[in-house]
Nanobody, 115 residues
Framework: QVQLVESGGGLVQPGGSLRLSCAAS????????MGWYRQAPGQERELVAI???????NYADSVKGRFTLSRDNGKNTVHLQMNNLKPEDTAVYYC?????????WGQGTQVTVSS
C-alpha cells in the first residue's frame, strides 16, 4: 500500500505564494508519476500538474507560468511552488501517485486565496 503525506496549504492573499509538498512511502517505488489535482466546491477534480520519474512535467493551462512542480526522486517527494495565486486557485489540493496502473490519493489540503 502507498501512503501520501501532504503538507503546506493555507490562506494567502491574491498575488501571494504557497508551497505544497507530498511525500510517498509504503510500497511506493521509483517508477511512477506524482503530482497534484485540485477540487473546488461544486466542481470536478482537475489536474494541476504531474511529473514523471524522468522529471517530465505537465501543467494545466490555468497554472502555466505561475506554478512549478519539482521532484526529489531520492525521497519520493514532490513540491508544488505556487506563485501569483488567484482567487480561482482556491480549492482542496490532492497529492496523486500512479504506479503499475494503480492510482493513489492524499487526504487533501485546503488552499484559500482571498483578501
Amino acid at each position: 500500500q502507498v501512503q501520501l503525506v501532504e503538507s503546506g496549504g493555507g490562506l494567502v492573499q491574491p498575488g501571494g505564494s504557497l508551497r505544497l509538498s507530498c511525500a510517498a512511502s509504503g510500497s511506493a517505488g521509483r517508477l511512477n508519476v506524482m503530482g497534484w489535482y485540485r477540487q473546488a466546491p461544486g466542481q470536478e477534480r482537475e489536474l494541476v500538474a504531474i511529473i514523471t520519474n524522468h522529471l517530465i512535467t505537465n501543467y494545466a493551462d490555468s497554472v502555466k507560468g505561475r506554478f512549478t512542480l519539482s521532484r526529489d526522486n531520492g525521497k519520493n517527494t514532490v513540491h508544488l511552488q505556487m506563485n501569483n495565486l488567484k482567487p480561482e486557485d482556491t480549492a482542496v489540493y490532492y497529492c496523486y501517485l500512479e504506479q503499475f496502473a494503480a492510482n493513489y490519493w492524499g487526504q487533501g489540503t485546503q488552499v484559500t486565496v482571498s483578501s
